[in-house]
């Protein structure tokens, strides 16, 4: 990551009577037509997209099968908390590639159960292989950056961002497959575009019909699809959160230590300039008995 920068916006953590706990800072940027029309710390900032890219990987999925359902899509979307529902989702897009739960590559998560099904990641892989079984591809190493899909994704990628393929730093994610870095503004733009890309439309409809399965019901990511019609928006790991308003618009936030818990009152203060209210201003702190005992807000 670049250097920090002086108006990056500062959640705190306060406890009591406002004793101030931690600090985070969030670098944020909004793009729309191209040009950046709202940033607050480093635009320039580069980070992993991580689970922030699932929107972006799923378009090889619904471009490759005409078969798939609204909960198809927004599972291979997904970073679940394997609930029943999110579990059955990823088994019918299994039984739909035709795989089966032994073809995944996603490794096991702690935690968890150790099955790799249970994996928050497991819906992405189960579109995966759906892709590979549409394509012709091999299953085996479908995760393997020179991989056909993975290759294909990379220009997916390349192509959303308006970047040349070598431009982008690559590392391997947390499940195993392939994960992206780009400037903030660079994923911004990227979300700016995502609906009105080949398959964009689908991806976007199919994950704002259902966030349930996206995420849970305590995610911002979840939390905004519910709150505001047309927003879709992906979390990604290390504090990282992507979204794509109504009109074109596209952001990215990262909070620097990598605290996704920063997001809320972040959203709230740096999206309210541009017109779109949120009810995250100070957001409760809550111990192991539910009793409030601070908030998370930004500093005044």
């Known amino acids: 990551m670049s250097g920090a920068v002086a108006d990056a916006i500062v959640v705190e953590a306060r406890r009591g009577d406002g004793v101030v706990e931690a600090r985070h800072r969030v670098h944020a940027v909004a793009v729309r037509d191209g040009a950046v029309v709202a940033q607050a710390g480093d635009p320039a900032l580069v980070c992993f997209l991580r689970s922030s890219s699932k929107p972006l990987q799923a378009l090889s999925l619904v471009r490759s099968r005409d078969d798939l359902d609204d909960a198809d899509v927004s599972i291979a979307c997904a970073s679940h908390r394997a609930t029943p529902d999110q579990l059955d989702a990823v088994r019918r897009l299994l039984a739909k590639g035709p795989a089966t739960e032994e073809d995944l590559e996603c490794g096991l998560q702690a935690d968890r159960p150790q099955t790799p099904i249970h994996h928050n990641c497991s819906g992405k892989h189960a579109g995966m292989l759906a892709t590979c079984r549409a394509r012709g591809w091999p299953t085996v190493g479908y995760r393997l950056p020179d991989h056909p899909l993975q290759l294909e994704i990379a220009a997916i990628h390349a192509a959303a961002a308006a970047l040349a393929p070598e ?14 870095a780009l400037p903030l503004e660079r994923a911004a733009y990227a979300f700016a575009r995502l609906e009105g890309l080949e398959g964009g ?18 995610g911002p990511d979840f939390e905004l ?36 818990r920063a997001h809320r009152p972040a959203l709230a203060a740096f999206l309210a300039p541009l017109g779109v209210e949120l009810p995250w201003q100070a ?7 539910d009793e409030v005992v601070g908030e998370l807000a930004v500093r005044g």
Request: glycine share 18%.
């Open 225 to 260: 699809m519910r709150l505001r019609p047309g927003w879709t928006a992906k979390g990604g790991a290390e504090g990282l959160y992507c979204a794509a308003g109504p009109s074109g618009l596209g952001i990215a936030l990262k909070t620097e230590d990598g605290a996704s």
């Open 167 to 180: 431009e982008i730093p690559t590392a391997v994610d947390g499940c195993g497959v392939v994960t992206f």
């Open 201 to 218: 439309g689908r991806v976007c409809a199919a994950m704002r019909a259902r966030p349930d399965l996206v995420g849970g019901p305590d």
């Open 283 to 289: 957001v409760p702190l809550r111990n192991s008995r």
